[in-house]
Nanobody
Framework: VQLQAFGGGLVQPGGSLRLSCAAS????????MAWYRQAPGKQRELVAS???????NYLDSVKGRFTISRDNAKNTVYLQMTSLKPEDTAVYYC???????WGQGTLVTVSS
């Protein structure tokens, strides 16, 4: 199993980014997939998850701003982030709990 996460970058407060997590060696629609983040000096935290039945869950602080989704044809999971705040700055990781596999992380920096 391999997860390749990309799409991070520098964005101004209020801006948007879409993170992608391309999976190989597994079928994302059959698994729970999740996005975590880790800010400097803080513990890694669960940001969003999507189940095989497409049920989603979100960290309270991102509800209404972030959306997790998947493209079954591309075997890819996305995290659409809008209304970004400086406190969203972190390295974002995709994770497949069923396999225990982590993506390599992609840095999101929200700053003016």
């Amino acid at each position: 199993v391999q997860l390749q996460a990309f799409g991070g970058g520098l964005v101004q407060p209020g801006g948007s980014l879409r993170l992608s997590c391309a999976a190989s060696g597994m079928i994302v629609r059959l698994n729970v997939m999740a996005w975590y983040r880790q800010a400097p000096g803080k513990q890694r935290e669960l940001v969003a998850s999507i189940s095989h039945s497409a049920r989603t869950n979100y960290l309270d602080s991102v509800k209404g701003r972030f959306t997790i989704s998947r493209d079954n044809a591309k075997n890819t999971v996305y995290l659409q982030m809008t209304s970004l705040k400086p406190e969203d700055t972190a390295v974002y990781y995709c994770y497949a709990p069923g396999s225990g596999e982590w993506g390599q992380g992609t840095l999101v920096t929200v700053s003016s």
